[in-house]
């Protein structure tokens, strides 16, 4: 069964270093997401991508978050210059066509700033 | 502000029995309402969708129910098991753009106990 994988599952960096967490969507799918979950709290939405351009973006996708689809299967979240507060799973879905469609997730990958 | 309100952030309950999870919302006015769950440490996978013009929806032990009048939706799992256990998110979807993102209320930890 298809899947979205991301890379690495566990990333330790110090504050203040840039952060690039990669995730390959489902192949035929045509939206892309990026959501955290801070530990113990809920799955929070970050930026919706589409057409190679972001949808949306919630309000903690400040300046310091940016996303690409370089090759056309790689879609990244990088993160500039990394806070104490980015600790957190970091989750890619996609999405295919449908209006209603389920959102596949990776298995996530987890971040650490110390 | 749209709001996503999940009952009591634990249940237990024992084997055999039918768990009932619920989902209030406000503010908001989904076309339909997907359910996911999530175990410790892992991405949130797809259950079941409902859309707003249906009652219910069933899909082996599983049964969601949606009242737009009431603002909520019912998730039920019966016979429940304790390979159940786990984090229930639901996530009213807006019908308008498929890249629309969904909001994800904080999840109910459910733990069915042998």
């Known amino acids: 069964e298809p899947e979205v994988t991301q890379t690495p599952s566990h990333q330790v960096t110090q504050m203040g270093q840039e952060v690039i967490l990669r995730c390959v969507p489902i192949?035929?799918?045509?939206?892309f997401y990026w959501y955290r979950q801070i530990l113990g709290q809920k799955v929070e939405f970050l930026v919706s991508?589409?057409?190679?351009?972001?949808?949306?973006k919630s309000e903690i996708f400040d300046d310091q978050f940016s996303v690409e689809r370089p090759d056309g299967s790689n879609f990244t979240l990088k993160i500039r210059s990394t806070k104490l507060e980015d600790s957190a799973m970091y989750f890619c879905?996609?999405?295919?066509?449908?209006?209603?469609?389920?959102?596949?997730f990776g298995e996530g990958s987890r971040l650490t700033v110390l | 502000s749209q709001k996503i309100e999940q009952n009591s952030e634990a249940l237990n309950i024992q084997e055999g029995k039918t768990a009932t999870l619920t989902c209030n919302y406000t503010?908001?006015?989904?076309?339909?309402l997907q359910w996911y769950r999530q175990d410790p440490g892992r991405g949130p996978v797809f259950l079941l969708l409902?859309?707003?013009?249906?009652k219910e929806k069933r899909k082996e032990r599983l049964k969601v129910t949606f009242d737009t009048t009431l603002k909520q939706s019912l998730f039920h799992i019966t016979a429940s098991q304790p390979a159940d256990s786990a984090t229930y998110l639901c996530?009213?979807?807006?019908?308008?753009?498929?890249?629309?993102?969904?909001?994800f209320g904080s999840g109910t930890q459910l733990t069915v106990l042998p």
């Open positions: 879905a996609s999405k295919d066509s449908t209006n209603t469609g389920e959102l596949f």
């Open positions: 192949s035929n799918h045509l939206y």
């Open positions: 991508f589409y057409n190679n351009e972001i949808s949306e």
């Open positions: 503010n908001y006015s989904p076309a339909y």
């Open positions: 409902i859309r707003e013009n249906e």
């Open positions: 996530a009213p979807g807006v019908g308008s753009g498929s890249a629309r993102q969904l909001t």
